[in-house]
């Protein structure tokens, strides 16, 4: 078995990863794959398939540019700045009035989060939650 031909983890990017057979009563030997760091795992042939998940703050700046008209401004990160949050966007869409409204947050994507849940009265998709899971859960 060649296991250098395995891509790096796509929720971690570790590339420690082993690899051993697993036994199912239903499907018999199934050669599986773990990754070292966060420990998940998938049969080397669903490994082979998985790509990287886009990060969060991508996915939110999908959504905030989804509809017609909408659209959402990121600056540049203010950490020098002591007085207030590192991070700001600017949303404009229905749900600002068609006015450009500013976000802050500690980090960009806690930043585009906050124009989000403006957007979505609350909601969050299961895609972004998941998102944000995964980076809480990696650092
Ligand atoms: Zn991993």
Request: net charge negative; proline share 7%.
């Amino acid at each position: 078995m060649n296991d250098n031909s395995l891509p790096p983890c796509p929720l971690c990017h570790c590339t420690k990863l082993s690899t051993f057979p697993y036994f199912s009563s239903h499907a018999g030997r199934i050669d599986t794959v773990r990754c070292s760091e966060c420990l998940c795992e998938a049969s080397t042939a669903a490994w082979k398939q998985r790509k990287p998940a886009p990060p969060a703050a991508w996915l939110l700046v999908e959504a905030l540019r989804a509809e017609e008209g909408h659209s959402i401004t990121l600056f540049c990160d203010n950490p020098d700045f002591n007085m207030g949050p590192d991070s700001a966007v600017e949303a404009c869409g229905d749900y600002t009035n068609w006015s450009d409204r500013r976000f802050e947050g500690d980090n960009l994507t806690a930043a585009l989060m906050a124009a989000y849940l403006a957007k979505t009265g609350g909601a969050v998709s299961p895609e972004i939650a998941e998102a944000l899971k995964r980076e809480s859960a990696h650092g």
